[in-house]
């Protein structure tokens, strides 16, 4: 519930929390939620998702319209299937690989640390699979985008 001048008033898991936000200047918000403060940082991804960097970690979400909405909730639980392609969420430098090519991985799997912004990040495995590929070394430097590893 809009509460006026970026004050929400938002119920997650029967539990309401007043969140305050403010846009800043270069695209960040600062949030206020529950007296807590966090800043976040957003960026959109090349399939459409939008990585969410909030203290040291980065999420990855899907924004969807209504009707991408609708068909996932008729579907069931969401899956993802076929060759999945991790890529680095913004700038950075590869730290290091978590996994080989060939071995198996579990969903939710760390796959490669990327530090970025002072930061390290781990990718997960968005799928149970194996990984076919990896693609920059261990210390190079890559751009936003860059290909790190497909899992299938």
Do not use: C, W
Request: aromatic share 4%; charged share 25%.
């Amino acid at each position: 519930m809009d509460k006026g001048d970026g004050v929400y008033e938002v119920t997650l898991d029967g539990q309401v929390h007043v969140l305050d936000a403010l846009e800043l200047s270069h695209g960040a918000v600062s949030l206020i939620v529950d007296h807590a403060s966090y800043s976040v940082e957003f960026e959109d991804t090349a399939d459409g998702s939008v990585n969410v960097l909030v203290r040291d970690q980065v999420f990855s979400v899907d924004v969807l319209d209504e009707r991408r909405l609708r068909m996932r909730a008729a579907g069931g639980r969401f899956a993802v299937e076929g060759p999945q392609m991790i890529t680095a969420p913004m700038p950075g430098k590869v730290v290091k690989y978590l996994v080989a090519v060939g071995e198996e991985v579990a969903e939710g799997q760390g796959l490669v640390v990327v530090e970025a912004m002072k930061m390290e990040n781990e990718l997960k495995s968005p799928k149970s699979g194996v990984v076919k590929e990896v693609f920059a070394k261990e210390g190079a430097s890559v751009e936003s985008g860059a290909k790190l590893v497909v899992v299938e």
